[in-house]
T-cell receptor, first 112, second 116 residues
């Protein structure tokens, strides 16, 4: 079946450095790629998304890149802060699909 | 706005017992999703309602799981004859429900089900 794969299960960066989390997808019809953040003991909340009509989107310190040819997208967090520490989930869905398919999550630890 | 409300937060059942999980979506949202989260499998889609109608239940284990949405303000997920492998965090999410999956999901805090 169709999959979304998240390549880094854990990632540790120093405060102030950048963090990059990579995902790939298999469904060529995928057109919407959201990212969600899950802080310790809490549920998921949306952080940023990108649609297939663009290849880059930025919201403050978050940048999402999309490479449709490689079926790959990534979340870049610049100037990381301790509050960025969390599990990040990528997801993908097709316009004609009914639900978002999630990656397995990347636990990001920002070390002071 | 209180967000998506899920009750109970924790539920412990014995093997073979029934568990009913409740979800109240955000007011005005017409799409409700159920996902299951485990360490091993990550987030697995279970089922989806739009305007209270079941749209896609392709992720539901057919024999023991059922979901309903009797009105726009709540949905239930029922697991009959619970098994240890059903232990997971069950997440409910709602969205505006425009008919596309390309919209932000708002998640509840989840129900942690433990089957002994």
């Amino acid at each position: 079946g169709e999959k979304v794969e998240q390549h880094e299960s854990t990632l540790s960066v120093r405060e102030g450095d950048s963090a990059v989390i990579n995902c790939t997808y298999t469904d060529t019809a995928s057109s919407y790629f959201p990212w969600y953040k899950q802080e310790a003991g809490k549920s998921l909340h949306f952080v940023i998304d990108i649609r297939s009509n663009v290849d880059r989107k930025q919201s403050q310190r978050l940048i999402v890149l999309l490479d449709k040819k490689a079926k790959r997208f990534s979340l870049h967090i610049t100037a990381t802060q301790p509050e960025d520490s969390a599990i990040y989930f990528c997801a993908a869905s097709a316009n004609s699909g009914t639900y978002q398919r999630f990656g397995t999550g990347t636990k990001l630890q920002v070390v002071p | 706005n209180a967000g998506v409300i899920q009750t109970p937060r924790h539920k412990v059942t014995g093997k073979g017992q029934e568990a009913t999980l409740w979800c109240e979506p955000i007011s005005g949202h017409s799409a409700v999703f159920w996902y299951r989260q485990t360490i091993v499998q990550g987030l697995e889609f279970l089922t989806y309602f739009r305007n209270q109608a079941p749209i896609d239940d392709s992720g539901m284990p057919k024999e023991r799981f059922s979901a309903q949405m009797p009105n726009q303000s709540h949905s239930t997920l029922k697991i009959q004859s619970t098994q240890p492998q059903d232990s997971a965090v069950y997440l409910c999410a709602s969205s505006l429900g425009t008919g596309s999956s390309a919209e932000t999901l708002y998640f509840g805090s989840g129900t942690r089900l433990t089957v002994l």
